[in-house]
């Protein structure tokens, strides 16, 4: 299996689990110069709710930290910029406060082990 066809089997089992969690998708796979957002999500709540920007890091097996740890200072640069372009032109999104998740997966592509780890990182780490 070639690495779009797996991500997207690895994204789409993602989406499922965090829309069973009750999350409600924006948008998916927006790409900008620089940075890509795997997911944009909405978790209802109060005065509007949370936006969460998803990353989606899948790994075949546990060696060099698994997922979490590829989100890496660099990344999480990217991810910020991604959503603030993302932000800049949705400024009813904009004003919604905003999470950044990830979702590490493992094991078989088409059903694999997902580990949501929520609030992964914040703009200050970055």
């Not at 200072?73 to 400024?91: E, F, I, N, T």
């Not at 929520?118 to 970055?126: C, E, H, I, P, T």
């Amino acid at each position: 299996m070639d690495r779009r066809a797996r991500g997207a089997l690895v994204e789409a089992a993602a989406r499922a689990e965090l829309e069973r969690a009750g999350l409600r998708l924006q948008a998916a796979n927006v790409g900008y110069r620089g940075g890509e957002l795997d997911l944009v999500m909405l978790e209802p709540g109060g005065d509007g709710g949370t936006l969460v920007f998803v990353e989606v890091r899948y790994r075949a097996g546990s060696g060099f930290g698994g997922g979490f740890a590829s989100v890496d200072h660099a990344k999480r640069r990217k991810l910020v910029r991604a959503a603030q372009l993302y932000l800049s032109g949705r400024p009813r999104l904009a004003m919604l406060p905003c999470r950044f998740d990830v979702v590490e997966a493992s094991g078989d592509p088409a059903a694999p082990k997902l580990e949501w780890l929520k609030d992964a990182f914040r703009l200050d780490d970055v």
